[in-house]
């Protein structure tokens, strides 16, 4: 199972989050997830705004185009993302990236 599926303009990411790390940043595959180190603390949704930040920005699409749609409290999530023309794969590739 791949960390990620496209169905029509709608990416679906499974993820594994790391919270409190030094930098943001993918670091690779965690299972059927992609992990993700957060420089934010997993407090009153500090690090779930700062995931969102961080994909919106990868993806390049505004804010009411992604959604948190399950693990809210925990280091698995699973975000939708509608209307991104940038390929999930790109993630991945800038953390092979030495």
């Known amino acids: 199972m791949s960390w990620y599926q496209v169905k029509e303009d709608c990416l679906t990411l499974t993820l594994h989050v790391q919270p409190g790390a030094k930098r943001t940043e993918v670091t690779g595959v965690h299972g059927d997830a992609l992990k993700i180190r957060l420089a934010a603390a ?8 700062r995931l969102l930040d961080f994909l919106r920005k990868a993806f390049k699409v505004t804010a009411n185009r992604i959604i948190l749609k399950h693990g809210e409290r925990a280091r698995r999530k699973v975000v939708e993302i509608h209307g991104s023309a940038v390929s999930p794969d790109t993630l991945l590739a800038k953390a092979e990236t030495p």
């Not at 997993?42 to 705004?49: D, K, L, W």
């Open 42 to 49: 997993a407090v009153e949704g500090q690090a779930n705004a």
